[in-house]
């Protein structure tokens, strides 16, 4: 049985595409399951957990097509390298980027990739001036790969324990 991926865009190494439930559940699992790679991001799952937070990815296809959490695979290899996310920020009107890679694809310049590419995507597909990224204060990498593609620091959230840092990329006019 051959899977046509449904492609979001497309980088110079990667293909992000909407998650298959049938395909992805080991994957998605080895990503939100790892306490190294969920350290900033939120509290790892197990299995059943990540099961079940995939499905509600792949519903929220249905209702913003142009949204949602997503599968980056290497385009030479096919190989599962992580996520890449453009999501609503709970609590909020407010849309966010994000992406969390698998341990072995740490360090590969993967996440400026996205990020860079993920603006593009955004702003051609809706009528948005702005986008936010939030990260942990440790997250020194995450934060060095924001500032890099021109993002700014826009303040604090507060999210359950955690003091969060928000920053923001304006579509330049």
């Not at 197990?46 to 142009?66: G, W």
């Not at 920020?89 to 996205?114: P, R, T």
């Not at 924001?146 to 969060?164: A, H, M």
Request: glycine share 6%.
């Amino acid at each position: 049985m051959t899977i046509k991926h449904h492609i979001i865009f497309e980088t110079e190494r990667l293909i992000v595409r909407q998650y298959e439930f049938e395909t992805d559940t080991e994957n998605f699992y080895l990503l939100n399951g790892d306490d190294d790679v969920m350290r900033y991001i939120r509290a790892t799952k197990s299995k059943e957990e990540c099961d079940v937070f995939l499905k509600k990815a792949i519903e929220s296809y249905k209702i913003n097509p142009l949204m949602g959490r997503w599968a980056a695979d290497e385009k030479v290899t096919g190989k599962f390298v992580g996520s890449f996310a453009i999501i609503p920020i709970e609590g909020s009107e407010d849309i966010q980027l994000g992406y969390a890679f698998l341990k072995e694809n740490w360090g590969k310049g993967f996440a400026s990739e996205l990020t860079k590419a993920g603006l593009d995507y955004y702003f051609k597909n809706t009528n948005a001036d702005h986008i936010y990224a939030i990260a942990e204060e440790g997250n020194i990498a995450s934060h060095k790969v924001l500032l890099k593609n021109s993002f700014v620091p826009d303040g604090t959230k507060k999210e359950d324990d955690k003091e969060l840092l928000k920053f923001i990329y304006r579509k330049p006019v």
